[in-house]
């Protein structure tokens, strides 16, 4: 299915061509979900309405009206992204039958452009996870192999992109979960830097950390969707009054004199030899198109997995005690007093990682415990941004591999959370600096299985990491032909 495998502005020079119709595209994409997904599991609601919204376009298109940016191009959504009259899950159980009364402002965005929201992706439950084993309505799979997990949390959104079942999708990482998955399954996935995008409609897992972006098929798209999605919001008092440049112009500039820097505390042992060895050969071509690439020291690198999971979780079991079974979501039926009511409706409506964050949360936040833990944790959190903040005096860009590893078996760490917590060792620290950071597939191992890196940027700089990736994207392609 040809038309399928399109990226976003593809497809929408064949409607300005009116070689094809929005409605005749919305249908193929229906009939692929209804066959694939089955197995693969990307999506948990498919928007039937897909299709009128659709017909109203074909009309559109057939007056010779004009289009506007992403008139007519269907986007999967992740759950925990309110879509006002679209159930938004959040893959719990807590909040299985929530149907939000309102539009998260990036999904108010994306329709004011006139994109169609084809239906709302898998993750794991409340993005607590690096596997979407962990949603409470099953797993997703990895579009290129079945047997393996597509990452997390938003693994259903990254799957549907890699698998050719959405144009693009929106993801959120907290502490890696739009990278992490992106690389597993072989596409282009953007956190944008802090504040560059509202979290207003986001389900807030930890909101210091969490950002919405763009999950593509190609470096173009990315850069599309994140200037229709980013910019001041007064309903996000974190969003920042910033221009937002118009992304695609930087795609092209020459890489010339781009100084680089790759972190020797990225390069740790038990890495993936292959993955490794991919690094090495993107870090030549970049040489190759002028950039100058020099290795540099984070010295507190080793201290982010540790510093996220207690500010992660902290933040996390304050913001889930708004699910007590009285404003929304499920509600235990058997109960004798209030506060049974909300102990049975928590136990019975959360998956067991959640349980076990909100009782961490709650563990370091406690008196007594507070300082030793949360408050340090505050304190090692600037040190890791001031090791980002002195490599940036004098580089553009740090390169680095967006996982140690290649996409895991099903099962292989479901039971052991430690083992699972390390796979975002790469890409936690950069939330924690509040950085733009983007996976960028480059290619596939002996056993073909995606493998991405990551390309993190200084603050707003968004425009650079675009332009790396769009012309490493070129050499890639051509290299692969
Ligand atoms: N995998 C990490 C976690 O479990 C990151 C999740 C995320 O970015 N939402 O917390």
Not at 8 to 18: D, I
């Amino acid at each position: 299915m040809e038309i399928l495998k399109l990226g976003v502005w593809e497809l929408k020079e064949l409607y300005k061509k009116k070689e094809i119709k929005p409605s005749e595209v919305v249908s193929l994409l229906f009939e692929e979900i209804y066959k694939k997904d089955k197995e693969i599991h990307s999506y948990l609601y498919i928007n039937e309405k897909a299709i009128d919204e659709a017909k109203k376009i074909d009309e559109k298109i057939a007056k010779g009206e004009e289009l506007r940016e992403l008139e007519g191009i269907p986007i999967s959504i992740k759950d925990n992204i309110c879509t006002k009259g679209i159930p938004t899950t959040c893959a719990s159980k807590i909040l299985q039958n929530f149907i939000p009364p309102y539009d998260a402002t990036c999904i108010e965005k994306l329709k004011s452009v006139g994109a169609i929201i084809i239906g709302k992706t898998n993750m794991d439950e409340f993005a607590f996870g690096s596997s979407t084993e962990n949603s409470a309505f099953g797993p997703t799979k990895n579009p290129f192999d079945l047997d393996r997990v597509p990452g997390g949390s938003s693994g259903g959104s990254t799957a549907a992109v890699g698998a050719n079942l959405c144009f693009a999708s929106l993801g959120s990482d907290t502490g890696g979960s739009i990278r992490q998955p992106s690389a597993f399954c072989g596409v282009v996935g953007m956190k944008p830097t802090y504040g560059r995008v509202s979290r207003y409609g986001l389900v807030a897992f930890a909101s210091s950390l969490d950002q919405i972006g763009p999950i593509t098929k190609n470096v173009r798209d990315n850069a599309i969707l994140l200037k229709i999605i980013s910019g001041k919001d007064k309903y996000d008092s974190t969003s920042v009054e910033l221009d937002v440049p118009e992304y695609t112009n930087f795609l092209e500039n020459s890489l010339k004199d781009i100084r680089i820097g790759v972190p020797k505390e990225y390069f740790i042992e038990g890495i993936e030899k292959e993955i490794e060895e991919k690094i090495y050969k993107i870090l030549k071509i970049l040489e190759s198109e002028g950039c100058k690439i020099e290795e540099i020291s984070l010295p507190h690198t080793s201290y982010g997995i540790a510093t996220y999971y207690i500010i992660a979780t902290a933040e996390a079991s304050s913001n889930l005690a708004r699910f007590d079974g009285v404003k929304y979501g499920y509600r235990s039926k058997n109960y004798k007093n209030l506060m049974e009511m909300y102990m049975k409706t928590r136990g019975e409506g959360f998956g067991e990682e959640v349980k076990r964050r909100i009782i961490l949360g709650t563990y370091v936040l406690s008196s007594g415990y507070y300082e030793a833990y949360y408050l340090k944790a505050q304190k090692v959190r600037t040190l890791i941004k001031n090791d980002f903040e002195n490599a940036f005096k004098k580089l553009d860009i740090i390169l680095t591999p967006t996982t140690p590893e290649l996409p895991f078996k099903i099962g292989e760490k479901k039971d052991d959370p430690l083992k699972m917590y390390l796979s975002d060792i790469f890409t936690v620290n950069i939330n924690l600096a509040g950085l733009p950071a983007i996976n960028i597939p480059c290619g596939f191992s002996s056993n073909r299985l995606p493998i991405g890196i990551q390309i993190i940027g200084d603050y707003f700089k968004e425009e650079k990491i675009l332009n790396l990736s769009y012309i490493l994207e070129r050499c890639i392609e051509k290299e692969v032909k």
